[in-house]
């Protein structure tokens, strides 16, 4: 069975940072893309990085580049997803996916960061930025 647990989330002021983990069990993350989505309340669920764990290419929506980092350690079957510079509108539950039937991540392409791509996910973790 395919098991994504995501771990990391808590309480931060604003200008905080949070380091998130997503570990694996049942299968390995070696060659597939793996992404981070976030929902807010009332809002859909948006992908916001991703990597490829054969590569190590990665990819951020605007909204989080240059603040957050996606990484991957293969022998730990883990991604991380380092998050600094915390704002308020970064509330939310943060899922890891595993989009199975890609290998590698094209920056730019928009099939990254739709949800209905990824076919194993995780629980989710709160994030939750104070102002």
């Known amino acids: 069975e395919v098991q994504l647990v995501e771990s990391g989330g808590g309480l931060v002021q604003a200008g905080g940072s949070l380091r998130l983990s997503c570990a694996a069990a049942?299968?390995?993350?070696?060659?597939?893309?793996i992404g981070w989505f976030r929902q807010a309340p009332g809002k859909e669920r948006e992908g916001i990085s991703c990597i490829s764990s054969r590569d190590g290419t990665t990819y951020y929506v605007d909204s989080v580049k240059g603040r957050f980092t996606i990484s991957s350690d293969n022998g730990k079957n883990t991604v991380y997803l380092q998050m600094n510079s915390l704002r308020p509108e970064d509330t939310a539950v943060y899922y890891c996916?595993?989009?199975?039937?890609?290998?590698?991540?094209?920056?730019?392409?928009?099939?990254?960061?739709?949800?209905?791509?990824?076919?194993?996910w995780g629980q989710g973790t709160q994030v939750t930025v104070s102002s």
């Open positions: 049942g299968f390995s993350f070696n060659d597939y893309v």
């Open positions: 996916a595993v989009d199975s039937k890609r290998h590698t991540v094209v920056p730019g392409a928009v099939s990254h960061f739709l949800a209905y791509e990824y076919d194993h």
